[in-house]
């Protein structure tokens, strides 16, 4: 659901920016309507909607908190869960009675993308049908929607260019996403992202560290950089910025304090990253590195591009730091063809690495992905029951990684406030959520050391150490 944060549109734009798609937009204030933005899915999604925002104050609307409150109600769709288009036209159902009052109803992201101009079909009262990889044509889009279009579609993935806005309306005022690659030219078997984002596209490093001295400026301490594989980044100046230069870049940005990056791809993982952390304290002690499976024959099947073993040197890299960086990771179980032996190694793998958190998953099929045409072999029940292992050893791991910890004294970045008195909620470093009492009276956004005196498999307790 998109959260409404009362940044002033002035504060974040300057004067009012002029169309790069050639229509005329219209000085800020002069409000054309209201927008109500729903959004599903990952990060790469949330920050989408925050541009997608950004690009809509910055034509004179204006945000609301309900769909019954707007003239304009889009909905940024998610295909990584099961049956997303069906819940996706149920919830356009829900909106059809609303577009008889004379809202316009457009459709975002990933299903966009998927179901492409049969949303019209199913549901004709949608009038935008847009795919993330044509978010740079919105402007041109609204205009022909305001100009009563009523079938205006961007379903293009063959761009070249990132969608880049003049402003981003942000959801947290501390932590700002910033995406740096979009798409994305892997090929894993059950993905859908190289259909519905396209392929890979990185953002200049010029335009990068500009935005990140805005967003100093503006009172943002923490970046994070994002991407399907964001460690594929290419720069495409001259200046041919690698990755762990660029990462380095943002962190001496003066007023940044923590920089985070997600997504990794093993393969396009190297030393040179381990390094950057190294020798910058400033990026964050945490790798968020996708295995998928611990089995190489599966990784075949899943068009991983490494094996279990070449996986573990990545590990063995990023384990032999000097300093300790969390590690986390992606889990899918039950792809076609993973037998029993298959998911031992999986489980072998936990053991071996001591993950610091995981994010599991039972494989499904979805549309427009090679996997489909493979036979779902495995029994829904099963999937279940190695769902269930899993995350039953990676809870033990995780308390006893996290019980290590107790008596240890961390910077937490404080981010939220608890019902209960004097208590609050902030992340590590190391990204864990750290719970925490303090007797200080405003601590919202600012750095404080926290001594930890105990743990659960998910979070630490700790008390404000001053
Ligand atoms: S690396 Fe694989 S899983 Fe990740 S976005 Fe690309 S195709 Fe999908």
Known sequence: MGKLFDIGLQQLTGPAPGDRAGVDAPAPNSARGTFFLETFGCQMNDHDSEKVAGVLLSR?????????????????????REKAAQKVFSRLGEYREKQKDGKIIGVLGCVAQQEGEDIFERAPWVSLVCGSASYRKLPQMLAELEAGNHRVTGLDTDTDETFETEMTRRDNPWRAYLTIIEGCDKACSYCVVPFTRGPERSRSSDSILREVRQLSDLGYSEVQLLGQTVNSYSDPTSRRMSFSELLLAVADVPGIRRVRFTTSHPSDFEKDIVEAIESQPKLCDHVHLPVQSG?????????????????????????????????????????????EADFEETLSL??????????????????NTPSLSMTDSIPEEEKSRRLALLQDKQREIQRARNSSLVGETFEVLVSGKSRRENQWAGYTTSHRVVNFASQAQELLGTYVQVRVTDATPNSLLGEHAV
Do not use: H
């Open 295 to 339: 089995s190489s024959k599966v990784l075949r099947a899943m068009q991983r591009t490494y094996s279990r073993e070449e996986y573990l040197e990545k590990v063995g890299m990023i384990r032999g730091a000097k300093r300790p960086i969390a590690l986390t990771t992606d889990i899918i179980v039950g792809f076609p063809g993973e037998t």
């Open 350 to 367: 936990l053991e071996e690495v001591q993950y610091d958190s995981l994010f599991s998953f039972k494989y499904s099929p979805r549309p």
């Open 60 to 80: 004179g609307y204006r945000q609301v908190e309900s769909a019954e409150a707007a003239s304009l109600i889009l909905y940024n769709t998610c295909s990584i």
